[in-house]
């Protein structure tokens, strides 16, 4: 990367005017969206680019977004090089700058609007909505190939000029379950598009696009250096590691993911030569996945404050073997990619830098997002319903301290839908939501407990279930036990029956759906008398 | 107005200082000073105060209102009262669990803060209500006993109770409250202190109310039997009362009962105090504001700046977060940054100038106070020239240049840059910490910052103002005389207020006459409450809102109540969204949930207009000084004692102005005055 010669203090200055760019767009769309999964959940991602598409600055919001945007841009870039003002490209194909259906990506090229227009960057923002159609209600199926996961949005020139394409939006919504809502959201999407695209033309009116332009690359150059500092402080030399998923949903074979990372000075090379090939069930991940699940282990073992942008990327070499679970080819069904390989991608990567003795990575979290979706017809609203949710569990002990209990680890860090927000909204009742006590791994340090949520559903409806970590332990470190495997089991008239990791189901009104999410692996040897769990456990 | 000669009193206790502000409303007499603040027992320094303002013959004390870190600090140190929660069978780790989202996205090491009450005292009763109000499952009152023989077994202080949906059907968490409060025990019901939708964020804040009233109650008790003692001979004591977040004050009897409510009340009271002195010094000659000022409050200490919006009002949130707990209730928009004068500077390995987030707060304290090595924000001043050591804080505490100056010129020599460069750039760093604070609460709410004033107080941000206010478009900059005990003095100016709120989750076509209906039970509540803080009904002004969205949105906006409603919601989106759906029936709004802000004046200092002495103010120079100005050149500048000014003195910039409790820079181009009321005034140069 050509660094240009960076003054210390505007590369500070620079470093706050991106990055609150990027945060204002969050602010809008989440308080301007419709559906519960962004404003109350906030699975979506915001982010500035130059004007080579290179990643610039991200809010922090989402972490398996964080590779993948790029992708986007690049994918928008090449589906139209004629991209003018005003101009606003959709997408959410996984194999054209996507990563799974649900996840609509809006991106907008930045022109100086003085004549000749000039570019001077791209903003997006990729939000997950709550249904793209498909096989079944919330998009998240069990499904063969993609076709089946819903609608699939090339790259579309959504707004050319400022002037939405009806036709295209009309299409859109004829193939989602839930248009007004994703109407809203969509105009959500656009209005952080626009608001992003404002501050970044004020930022070249008051400074002048080239030195705008200027300290974006010098901004790239910093988080590299930034990067390239941290490896060379990790011991050099071979690492591998190797964890499986449960299975793909279809058959009942576990799923090998195999990393090898080789780190030399300033540089680290991440091959996952000898993972499994692509399944035929929805756990596989498209490249982008795999090198957001790279960036977030790397952007963590660089430390808070250093801008979220392409260059943590620059030293690093990644070999996905194309048509593999971590680099899928179409039509491979994609819905739990994003959601559950990635997490797992995760517990390979920082298992083998445990064998690097960095001596602070976790041991395994819950690698798992416990995905629910619950869709049918609600007579009592009159519509269409498509509940979606992730759950948290246990995050994995640390060298120093037990495993947090009850939130979400790693590659999301979406919210929860409060109780009342949610039986205000579906047809649905919560019968609890507890810290599901005992379920870490005993160890030196504990694992943190895993959560138990009971729904039931007041109607007739079908849930999928997109989970992991039902057979499969997380893993623990140095002596410490694995945390205990999730379980996903309906009571039906008084009776309790487990239900697989992945699967859909007929529900019937009055039954109980009953979620019981992983704890986190232990580190280090199990003293004696465990100590009792900090958090507690009043019976 | 009482008859006899009385005085107000107002207190602010800060973490270092108590300041006191005295003023006698029938000569005008108005008195500042500050003690050192006693943080094992706040009241200690608070009575001290008090005995020598009676020493100075200020004659019987009327009214005591003070703003205090008590509760913000037994919630930040974790040191409030053993509490107890009660929730719905099943949902007890609702507080824990909260959101279910990590503290930090990219750091393993960042743990959740401990919930307030620990899982050996969360407590689950059988009962439930569905989300259209419905008793799904009755409370038992048998269960209420066994909580309550529980409850006394564990030693427990305060009871926090939190039910879902009790918002729609309050009765099981009253009968609940009534039987513990029967009983003895402190409980905080969550329909009593937010009466509002979502579970986690309303546990919450009735949690920390829980926990933090305790500890405020036995402080104002002690205050309470102090201040009655002196005074004996059967008089009654002055009338205490208490800041609240949202700007307005409570007697001490509410406080007692609600003291999440009284977190954050320091800085509140610095934005009434902001807001009331810019009524005064930009109103046309004698005519006061029609729609109270335009200010953009920045108040910039040593380790924080405070930063918030007066838009005619101070800007009123539901979002605020303390010690990681959710907050609901209304709290004054009050924008916080670790950054301040006594930020460290220092060079990242990626060759970036960062300044803060760690501070060298007062030990070490920054290089030039003689112990510490690293240069901070206020090294850099020093250094520029801009703080005159022989001054500061009014010649009380020496300064050492040379440190300062040392300090930067390690900072400057990895990069080659000498001393006054490296301190250039520190100032433009922090300038832009502060800058993306100050944008935060107003170009990125829709604010147009060159409407506005910016009003600088604490003790750090008169150097930095008129710089910031360039940057932003802002045309002025007001420093007012009392720069570092505006808190203090904005607790004589606040109105006593009070918030109420309730979910209601009506559609838009809900009649008005049918919201009056249910907005009625909280005016009548409102109205019984003021008399009772001693607001005659007729005193009293409501102002009743309705939080709004379009059918299926989650955050709501909040619009006056009133005829032109609908068109006002669609209006308030488009300018905070830039879209709106117009097009929608009124049947696809949702008015979520119904407030009211009820309020009522108490008398205020009467400021008096001095006297206009001449433009000439010569008679306040006190030297010519070498400053570095913000080109990098240097120059030789007047510094001005601004004691020493009088109401009329112009200044042109670049100036210097010192003052004991803070300096001002006046940037070349920009032309100063002295008003009537002895603030300064800057016009900022384009």
Same mark, same amino acid.
């Given at each position: 990367m050509n660094a240009p010669n960076a003054d210390p203090v505007q590369l500070e200055i620079?470093?706050?005017?991106?990055?609150?760019?990027?945060?204002?767009?969050?602010?809008?769309?989440?308080?301007?969206?419709?559906?519960?999964?962004?404003?109350?959940?906030?699975d979506f991602s915001c982010a500035l680019f130059d004007a080579g598409g290179q990643m610039v600055a991200q809010a922090a919001h989402i972490p398996v977004h964080l590779g993948s945007m790029p992708l986007s841009v690049a994918a928008a870039v090449q589906a139209f090089p004629d991209l003018g003002p005003g101009d606003m490209v959709a997408l959410n194909d996984p194999f054209r700058g996507g990563t799974h259906l649900p996840d609509i990506t809006l991106v907008s090229p930045v022109f100086i609007p003085e004549p000749p227009p000039r570019l001077c960057g791209y903003v997006a923002n990729r939000a997950h909505h709550a249904d793209v159609g498909g096989m079944s209600p919330g998009s998240m199926p069990i499904a063969r190939q993609v076709f089946q996961e819903g609608l699939i949005i090339p790259p579309v020139r959504l707004l050319r000029a400022g002037e939405v394409d009806q036709g295209l939006l009309d299409l859109i919504l004829a193939n989602v379950r839930t248009p007004q809502e994703r109407l809203g959201d969509l105009w959500a999407q656009i209005a952080a598009n626009r608001r992003g695209e404002e501050r970044l033309l004020a930022l070249a009116a008051r400074y002048g696009d080239q030195t705008v332009g200027q300290y974006m690359q010098a901004l790239l150059a910093y988080t590299e250096r930034m990067t390239r500092g941290m490896l060379a402080g990790l011991p050099a030399g071979q690492y591998r590691f190797q964890d499986f998923l449960d299975d793909d949903g279809v058959s009942d074979a576990p799923v090998p993911i195999q990393v090898c990372l080789t780190i030399q000075g300033e540089q680290a090379v991440v091959d996952f030569t000898g993972t499994a090939p692509q399944q035929k069930g929805g756990v596989n991940a498209v490249y982008a996945i795999t090198l957001s699940a790279v960036y977030y282990v790397l952007r963590c073992l660089l430390g808070l404050d250093v801008p979220n942008n392409a260059g943590c990327l620059a030293p690093i070499? $990644?070999?996905?073997?194309?048509?593999?679970?971590?680099?899928?080819?179409?039509?491979?069904?994609?819905?739990?990619?994003?959601?559950?390989?990635?997490?797992?991608?995760?517990?390979?990567?920082?298992?083998?830098?445990?064998?690097?003795?960095? +001596?602070? $990575?976790?041991?395994?979290?819950?690698?798992t997002m416990n995905n629910l979706t619950i869709g049918g017809y609600d007579p009592q609203r009159g519509g269409a319903f498509a509940y979606y949710e992730t759950i948290g569990g246990g995050m994995g002990a640390r060298p120093t301290a037990d495993g947090p209990s009850a939130l979400h680890s790693h590659m999301t860090n979406t919210l929860n839908t409060p109780v009342e927000a949610l039986e205000y909204a579906y047809p649905l009742r919560v019968l609890c939501y507890q810290v599901r006590r005992g379920s870490g791994g005993r160890g030196r340090y504990r694992g943190g407990d895993g959560i138990r949520r009971d729904l039931q559903t007041l109607v007739e409806a079908e849930v999928t279930l997109l989970s992991e970590r039902r057979k499969l332990a997380p893993y623990g470190l140095d002596g410490g036990e694995p945390g205990q495997p999730g379980q996903n089991l309906l009571l039906r008239d008084g009776q309790e029956q487990p239900l697989p990791g992945k699967g859909s189901f007929e529900l019937q009104a009055g039954d109980?759906?009953?979620?019981?999410?992983?704890?986190?692996?232990?580190?280090?040897?199990?003293?004696?008398?465990?100590?009792?769990?900090?958090?507690g456990a009043a019976a | 107005m009482p008859m006899h000669p009385s005085t107000?009193?107002?207190?602010?206790?800060?973490?270092?200082?108590?300041?006191?502000? $005295?003023?006698?409303?029938?000569?005008?007499?108005?008195?500042?000073?500050?003690?050192?603040?006693?943080? %094992?027992?706040?009241?200690?320094?608070?009575?001290?105060?008090?005995?020598?303002?009676?020493?100075?013959?200020? +004659?019987?004390?009327?009214?005591?209102?003070?703003?205090?870190?008590?509760? @913000?600090?037994?919630?930040?140190?974790?040191k409030g009262a053993r509490t107890a929660l009660v929730t719905t069978r099943g949902f007890a780790d609702v507080l824990q669990i909260g959101r279910q989202n990590r503290p930090e996205l990219y750091d393993f090491s960042a743990d959740p803060p401990p919930p307030l009450a620990p899982a050996e005292l969360r407590f689950e009763v059988d009962e439930r209500v569905s989300a259209g109000g419905q008793v799904l499952q009755a409370l038992a009152p048998a269960q209420v006993d066994a909580l309550l023989a529980e409850l006394r077994r564990q030693g427990v202080e305060s009871v926090a109770v939190c039910l879902l949906f009790s918002f729609l059907h309050p009765e099981h968490e009253r009968s609940i409250a009534e039987k513990l409060r029967a009983a003895g025990l402190l409980v905080s019901a969550s329909c009593e202190i937010l009466p509002e939708y979502r579970e986690y964020e309303r546990s919450s804040t009735t949690a920390v109310n829980a926990y933090v009233s305790p500890v405020l109650e036995r402080y104002l008790a002690r205050l309470a039997e102090a201040l009655q003692a002196p005074q004996g001979q059967g008089q009654a004591g002055p009338l205490l009362r208490v800041m609240q977040s949202n700007g307005g004050v409570i007697g001490v009897e509410e406080a007692r009962r609600n003291g999440v409510r009284c977190i954050l009340s320091g800085p509140a009271g610095g934005v009434v105090g902001a807001q009331y002195l810019a009524g005064l010094a930009l109103a046309e000659?004698?005519?006061?504001?029609?729609?109270?000022?335009?200010?953009? @409050?920045?108040?910039?200490?040593?380790?924080?700046t405070d930063v918030s919006l007066?838009?005619?009002?101070?800007? $009123?949130?539901?979002?605020?977060?303390?010690?990681?707990?959710?907050?609901?209730?209304?709290?004054?928009?009050?924008?916080?940054i670790g950054a301040g004068g006594g930020s460290i500077a220092r060079l990242d390995p990626g060759g970036a100038l960062r300044v803060g987030p760690h501070s060298a707060g007062a030990d070490p304290g920054p290089a030039c106070y003689g112990r510490g090595e690293l240069p901070t924000v206020t090294d850099a001043n020093l250094a520029l020239g801009r703080l005159a050591a022989e001054y500061f804080l009014g010649g009380e505490m020496p300064l050492h240049p040379q440190r300062a100056f040392q300090a930067l010129e390690r900072l400057g020599q990895p990069l080659g840059l000498p001393a006054f460069q490296a301190a250039l750039g520190v100032v433009a760093v922090a300038n832009a910490h502060m800058e993306r604070a100050l944008r935060l609460i107003s170009v990125e709410r829709g604010h147009d910052p060159r409407g506005f004033t910016l009003l600088s107080f604490g003790g750090a941000g008169g150097l930095h103002a008129a710089e910031l206010a360039r940057r932003l478009g802002i045309p002025a900059v007001l420093v007012p005389p009392l720069a570092s005990t505006l808190s203090a003095f904005g607790m004589l100016a606040a109105e006593v207020v009070k918030d109420y709120t309730q979910t209601v989750m009506l559609p838009g076509d809900t009649p008005q006459a049918e919201i009056a209906a249910r907005l009625e039970p909280l005016v009548q509540r409102a109205a019984a409450e003021l008399r009772a803080e001693g607001i005659p009904g007729e005193q009293v002004r409501l102002e009743p809102a309705l939080d709004m969205r379009y059918r299926g949105q989650s955050y709501e906006l909040s619009v006056p109540f009133g005829p032109g409603l609908l068109e006002d919601? %669609?209006?308030? %989106?488009?300018?905070?969204?830039?879209? @709106?759906?117009?097009?929608?029936?009124?049947?696809?709004?949702?008015?979520?949930?119904?407030?009211?802000?009820?309020?009522?004046?108490?008398?205020?200092?009467a400021l008096t207009r001095q006297p206009q002495a001449g433009r000439d103010p010569r008679a306040a120079l006190l030297e010519h000084r070498p400053v570095v100005l913000p080109c990098g050149e240097s120059a030789r500048l007047p510094f001005y004692r601004g004691e020493a000014l009088q109401p009329g003195n112009r200044l042109d910039g670049p100036a210097m102005l010192v003052r004991a409790d803070t300096s001002v820079w006046i940037g070349p181009g920009d032309r100063a005055r002295v008003d009537a009321y002895g603030n300064l005034l800057i016009e900022v140069a384009r």
């Open positions: 620079f470093k706050h005017l991106f990055a609150a760019i990027a945060e204002e767009m969050g602010v809008v769309l989440r308080k301007a969206s419709f559906s519960p999964n962004i404003k109350e959940r906030r070499q $990644v070999i996905a073997p194309p048509g593999s679970l971590v680099n899928a080819l179409p039509p491979a069904a994609v819905a739990g990619g994003n959601v559950e390989t990635s997490q797992r991608i995760v517990d390979v990567l920082l298992g083998a830098l445990a064998q690097a003795g960095a +001596g602070r $990575v976790p041991a395994a979290s819950q690698g109980i759906l009953s979620i019981r999410t992983p704890g986190g692996g232990g580190l280090g040897e199990p003293v004696e008398s465990s100590k009792p769990d900090s958090s | 107000f009193i107002g207190i602010d206790i800060g973490g270092t200082f108590t300041d006191f502000v $005295v003023y006698r409303p029938s000569d005008g007499a108005l008195r500042t000073f500050k003690l050192l603040s006693t943080p %094992h027992d706040p009241a200690e320094a608070v009575l001290r105060g008090l005995e020598r303002i009676a020493a100075e013959g200020w +004659g019987p004390i009327e009214r005591i209102t003070h703003g205090s870190t008590v509760a @913000t600090n037994a919630l930040l140190e974790r000659g004698d005519r006061p504001l029609e729609q109270g000022p335009n200010l953009i @409050t920045f108040d910039m200490g040593g380790t924080s007066v838009a005619g009002q101070a800007q $009123v949130t539901g979002e605020a977060q303390v010690g990681g707990c959710p907050i609901r209730i209304p709290l004054l928009d009050i924008h916080t919601f %669609h209006q308030a %989106h488009e300018r905070a969204y830039g879209y @709106t759906r117009r097009g929608v029936p009124a049947s696809d709004l949702e008015i979520v949930n119904l407030r009211l802000r009820a309020s009522g004046s108490l008398p205020r200092p």
